[in-house]
């Protein structure tokens, strides 16, 4: 697992703690590996999205023991993957929103607003490097982080919008 993952798995496992029963979903969830170890570690049941089908297939047969899914799909697809499924915690890259146009990345939001009680924004070093501090970039989509930040790299957030705090769990 890529040390870049640490300070992502570090507060999922804040908000799993609890784990089993919990759900948590991957957006962009590359070939599984940061979602297997926090399901190792917190008991909690994975689930992925991923573009690229090839990732999503290893990612899927590596996480299947322990009851979660992974699809392939883009995470700005209009009909959501899991629409009867609230996910305890959903990972986000920042990117997803900064780097899309503006009516799939509102599409992105309300998806999860609807579907996740927790929010956990990241992004890498080359993504800051591109487009600035963690709060930066949430302040320009209209997402508030809430505590603190680990390494300028992940932090719990929540959305708002239009003045309407989305309900956050953390």
Known sequence: MAAS?????????QVLKDGQGLLVLDLG?????????????TGATPFGLE??????????????????EVKTANIFTARWP?????????????????DAPHD???QLRVHLMAHAHTILAYAYDDDRQRLGALSAM?????????GPTLDETASLAQFVKAGVQATSYA
């Open 5 to 13: 993952h640490e300070p992502i798995k570090q507060l999922a496992k």
């Open 29 to 41: 969830c590359g070939n599984g590996m940061l979602l297997r170890r926090i399901a190792l570690e």
């Open 51 to 68: 573009l690229d089908e090839s990732k999503a297939r290893y990612a899927h047969r590596l996480l299947r023991r322990f009851g979660g």
């Open 82 to 98: 899991w629409p009867d499924q609230v996910f305890d915690l959903a990972i986000v890259p920042l990117t997803a929103f900064l």
């Open 104 to 106: 799939l990345s509102e």
């Open 138 to 146: 949430a302040e320009r989509i209209g997402i508030q982080l809430l």
